[in-house]
């Protein structure tokens, strides 16, 4: 059955819905991104620190209230709860999902229409004229994120019993500084064709490595038994433990499961790791998202922490 799933999969065709927007609609879209470039260029004019603080803390993310609210099928039921939904993702691996569950397929279509029209140009806006005027750079967003948790260096003991000192920064600086780059050389030259695919590969997974550092200090357990023995939890089992609840936004955590989860989000870990995405895929707005998410978590404080050494 696997080997003619597989032989079948090629054959899958969706076909594409085109939906225009009428002159109406499209003026008034033209009026919101003027007023979006507007507000974006204008918070470039606080100190850099002011705006990453802004973008880590502001309520610009799509609210779930507001989707829930805007489409109550999406929860409540429809008389499509009563029919097999079958989903197919960008691998044309086809899925039924838990209806039980709050993320699903259809909540998260609504929210990609959400940041693609509000969230995505703001983030482009902020991020193209920052770099392009110097007023953003890499070292200002790293000395930056060196000032939250992210920053903290913490102790690990490898088998034999040493002690060994990790700091994050150095971790994910790698992928910020080749973004940066990227981007300082496509806004300076009207030649030059950037490609995004080291940083967004790097960075995809290392926020994963966060997460599960973020649930260490906590003391959250990141592994847990299975058949074969201890093995490491799911990132969408650690985004649902009731403590990361506790401790993040409904908001911010929305956005993590959207870019990693796997009934309907980005899958953005696993499909970077098993080399699912083709080079158009690698858009730089995956970049901007995952840069948006270290900032988002970034203002959380896991204060219940033996894991730090004192500097």
């Known amino acids: 059955m696997e080997q003619l799933y597989a032989e079948l999969k090629p054959l899958v065709k969706l076909e594409t819905i085109e939906v225009f927007f009428d002159e109406e609609t499209s003026n008034q879209y033209k009026t919101v991104q003027?007023?979006?470039?507007?507000?974006?260029?204008?918070?470039?004019?606080k100190h850099p620190f002011k705006v990453y603080k802004s973008l880590s803390n502001d309520?610009?993310?799509?609210?779930?209230?507001?989707?829930?609210?805007?489409?109550?099928?999406?929860?409540?039921?429809?008389?499509?709860?009563?029919?097999?939904t079958i989903y197919f993702d960008n691998n044309k691996n086809i899925s039924k999902p838990n209806d039980s569950k709050i993320y699903n397929p259809d909540l998260f279509t609504k929210y990609f229409f959400n940041i693609k029209f509000s969230l995505f140009p703001f983030l482009e806006d902020t991020f193209k004229y920052g770099i392009k005027s110097n007023h953003l750079t890499y070292q200002n967003l790293l000395v930056y994120l060196n000032k939250t948790w992210i920053g903290l260096?913490?102790?690990?003991?490898?088998?034999?019993?040493?002690?060994?000192?990790?700091?994050?920064?150095?971790?994910?600086?790698?992928?910020?500084?080749?973004?940066?780059?990227?981007?300082?050389?496509?806004?300076?030259?009207?030649?030059?064709?950037?490609?995004?695919?080291?940083?967004?590969?790097?960075?995809?997974?290392?926020?994963?490595?966060?997460?599960?550092?973020?649930?260490?200090?906590?003391?959250?357990?990141?592994?847990?038994?299975k058949r074969k023995g201890m093995q490491e939890c799911h990132i969408n089992e650690l985004l649902n433990h009731e403590i990361i609840k506790q401790h993040f936004s409904e908001d911010d955590l929305l956005l993590l499961n959207y870019i990693f989860g796997n009934e309907g989000g980005m899958n953005l870990r696993n499909n970077v790791a098993h080399c699912f995405y083709g080079l158009k895929e690698y858009h730089p707005n995956i970049m901007l998202l995952l840069i948006l998410t270290l900032l988002r978590?970034?203002?959380?404080?896991?204060?219940?922490n033996i894991f730090n050494k004192k500097q």
């Open 34 to 45: 003027a007023e979006i470039k507007k507000i974006a260029i204008g918070n470039l004019k």
């Open 297 to 304: 978590i970034s203002k959380y404080n896991p204060t219940d």
């Open 153 to 225: 260096p913490y102790i690990k003991t490898d088998l034999d019993g040493t002690e060994i000192e990790h700091n994050l920064i150095t971790i994910i600086a790698p992928s910020i500084v080749e973004y940066f780059t990227q981007m300082q050389a496509w806004t300076n030259s009207k030649y030059y064709v950037p490609s995004f695919i080291l940083c967004i590969d790097s960075l995809s997974i290392k926020i994963e490595g966060l997460l599960r550092n973020f649930c260490e200090r906590l003391h959250i357990p990141t592994a847990k038994m």
């Open 59 to 84: 309520p610009i993310l799509p609210q779930l209230k507001n989707i829930i609210d805007d489409d109550p099928q999406i929860n409540k039921g429809s008389f499509l709860k009563g029919i097999s």
